[in-house]
């Protein structure tokens, strides 16, 4: 079952993010595609799990790679940060 943004960030009033376990920049770059089978991409912090979008296939959704901080490149895209609730919130980007 997947919980929206806000409810992944603030659920019965109390913050998960102290709950969800927490990646370096370099543990992320490992989950490109290539290197492991995960596909993940963070935005303002938080790691969504993109791998079973096939618009993220091999790692790379049009000029975007996977295992990346995404956020400076959403003001780019065609679409809001909402397109990522779909996704399930699996890390906290240190």
């Known amino acids: 079952m997947l919980i929206s943004l806000a409810a992944k960030h603030y659920l019965w009033g109390v913050s998960i993010n102290n709950q969800l376990p927490r990646y370096s ?3 992320l770059a490992l989950r490109n595609g290539q290197d492991k089978p995960e596909i993940w991409v963070a935005m303002r912090g938080r790691i969504y799990d993109v791998s079973k979008s096939r618009l ?3 790692g790379q959704h049009y000029e975007h790679w996977a295992g990346q901080d995404l956020t400076d490149e959403l003001q780019d895209a065609p679409h809001s940060e909402r397109v990522l609730e779909r996704f399930e919130v699996i ?3 240190i």
Do not use: A, E, H, Y
């Open 25 to 27: 920049k370099s543990q």
């Open 56 to 58: 993220w296939r091999n």
């Open 91 to 93: 890390g906290i980007l």
